[in-house]
């Protein structure tokens, strides 16, 4: 095949998309602001904002000076919503799509973002000295639940005493199942912050105590 010529079929998590290039423009309301952004073939919902993510950004509470984690940002939606609500914060930014990263940081100078970064890699690995206030993700559950319930048992080592993770999901995503996973594992904590078309937002907490120790994957059932 010609490096032109578009893949057949190419995951969004594709690291170096082959897609052949359709870049158009997206906008949306953000809490009053339009938003615009340049999105392009081989990220997730080029089409436009994802129901999921359009719940989880209605649902984004964070403080001015927030540290936040957009973790799987894709062309950046949630990231330059949360760097807007941020202004005295900072917002990292990270996806394993390179093309999703450089569109990611496009959209960050379109929004006038200048309180964010994009990093390039997986789950944690570009922020292995981070420690957020709150970590928000429309994660890639097409992974699987073993990489998802990976994540989430990472996330409580880059989220400071006090900090939150947010999720957005859906029935046929399982998010029943990591909200009963999040409640065991973050006992007390985990809240239903919205719903909508089938998706769930939610968000779990993590006190002085990190919550315990994750019991492997294979160990639950899906709802
Ligand atoms: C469901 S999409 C959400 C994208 C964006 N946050 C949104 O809501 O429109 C999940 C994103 O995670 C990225 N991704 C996939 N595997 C990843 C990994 N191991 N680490 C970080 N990001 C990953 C995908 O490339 C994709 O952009």
């Known amino acids: 095949m010609a490096d032109d010529e578009p893949a057949p079929s190419e995951p969004y998590w594709t690291e170096r998309p082959r897609s052949r290039s359709a870049p158009a423009e997206r906008?949306?309301?953000?809490?009053?602001e339009l938003?615009?952004?340049?999105?392009d073939a081989g990220v997730f919902s080029a089409q436009g904002l994802d129901p999921g993510t359009a719940l989880l950004i209605e649902n984004l509470r964070v403080d001015p000076a927030d540290r936040i984690l957009d973790l799987g940002c894709g062309w950046g939606a949630v990231g330059v919503a949360a760097a807007r609500s941020a202004p005295k914060g900072h917002v990292v930014l990270t996806d394993v799509n390179r093309r999703a990263a450089r569109l990611a940081r496009q959209n960050l100078e379109r929004n006038g973002a200048a309180n964010a970064e994009v990093r390039v890699g997986a789950f944690f690995d570009p922020v292995p000295d981070g420690a957020f206030d709150v970590i928000v993700t429309n994660p890639p559950y097409r992974l699987g639940r073993e990489s998802i319930l990976a994540m989430l048992t990472a996330a409580?080592?880059?989220?400071?005493?006090?900090?939150?993770?947010?999720?957005?999901?859906?029935?046929?995503q399982g998010i029943r199942f990591?909200?009963?996973?999040?409640?065991?594992?973050?006992?007390?904590?985990?809240e239903v912050l919205g719903r909508g078309s089938g998706y769930r937002v939610l968000e779990?907490?993590?006190g002085p105590d990190r919550p315990r120790?994750?019991?492997?994957?294979?160990?639950r059932r899906s709802a």
């Open 204 to 206: 779990a907490r993590v």
């Open 178 to 190: 990591y909200q009963r996973w999040l409640d065991d594992h973050w006992p007390g904590t985990v």
């Open 27 to 32: 906008r949306f309301l953000y809490r009053g």
């Open 156 to 172: 409580p080592e880059h989220l400071r005493p006090g900090g939150r993770l947010l999720l957005v999901g859906k029935g046929s």
């Open 35 to 39: 938003l615009r952004f340049v999105v």
């Open 213 to 219: 120790k994750a019991r492997p994957p294979s160990a």
